[in-house]
């Protein structure tokens, strides 16, 4: 069975510095990754997503991921966050079996101003 | 379009009762799930649809069912509320049904907090 893992549970960064959250999943199969954002009160919205080609993913407000299939890993970066990207972030994968998509746990990110 | 909706926004039941949440979308898509979230278990997927009439089991099945009788509607029925079941619960829908095609972002619902006592 496919699981996802984010390994940073809470996260505390002051404004401008550099972010990078970890994901990892296990299927053996092929996989789309995706990243959601859930804004405080709101709900979850696509940050990006990696479908196929370029293992370099960039999506809004300044995030971009890697795919690396040898590690079986998605992070997520930005250079310099702000305090507005105070959230919980989510990754996502699908299998291509069955369609089945699971999330990781998230990670409540925190900036500070 | 109204994109993705859920009723009722809050609800409260009492241990044993039943009720159904409802999810609709008006952008004809094909790929609808239910998830529960619960703080620090991220979001778990109850049951899932390809398509009208299909539907899966998700991570998280036992006490829900589900029917997918047109392409808009898909219904989360709790056939007998337990407090474990006190959660936030999310709608999604994506365009295409099967992986690997660009329409697969999903789209989410306002959620459902419910509460059982």
């Known amino acids: 069975a496919q699981s996802v893992s984010q390994h940073n549970h809470h996260v505390i960064l002051s404004e401008a510095a550099s972010l990078e959250l970890g994901c990892n999943y296990s299927?053996?199969?092929?996989?789309?990754l995706f990243w959601y954002v859930q804004y405080p009160g709101q709900h979850l919205q696509l940050l990006l997503k990696?479908?196929?080609?370029?293992?370099l993913v960039k999506g809004i407000k300044g995030f971009e991921a890697e795919f690396i299939k040898s590690k079986f890993s998605f992070n997520l970066r930005k250079p310099s966050v702000q305090w507005s990207d105070t959230a919980e972030y989510f990754c996502?994968?699908?299998?291509?079996?069955?369609?089945?998509?699971?999330f990781g746990k998230g990670t409540r990110l925190h900036i500070l101003p | 379009n109204a994109g993705v909706t859920q009723t009722p926004k809050f609800q409260v039941l009492k241990t044993g009762q039943s009720m159904t949440l409802q999810c609709a979308q008006d952008?004809?898509?094909?790929?609808m799930s239910w998830y529960r979230q619960d703080p620090g278990m991220g979001l778990r997927l109850i049951h899932y649809?390809?398509?009208?009439?299909?539907?899966d089991q998700g991570e998280v099945p036992n006490g829900y069912n589900v029917s997918r009788s047109t392409t808009e509607d898909f219904p989360l029925r709790l056939l007998s509320a337990a407090p474990s079941q006190t959660s936030v619960y999310f709608c999604?829908?994506?365009?295409?049904?099967?992986?690997?095609?660009?329409?697969?972002?999903?789209?989410f619902g306002p959620g459902t907090r419910l509460t059982v006592l």
């Open positions: 999604a829908s994506s365009e295409q049904a099967t992986s690997g095609r660009a329409g697969d972002t999903q789209y």
């Open positions: 299927y053996g199969g092929t996989v789309n």
């Open positions: 990696y479908f196929s080609g370029d293992p």
């Open positions: 996502a994968v699908r299998n291509r079996r069955d369609d089945k998509i699971i």
């Open positions: 952008m004809n898509h094909e790929y």
């Open positions: 649809s390809v398509g009208a009439g299909i539907t």
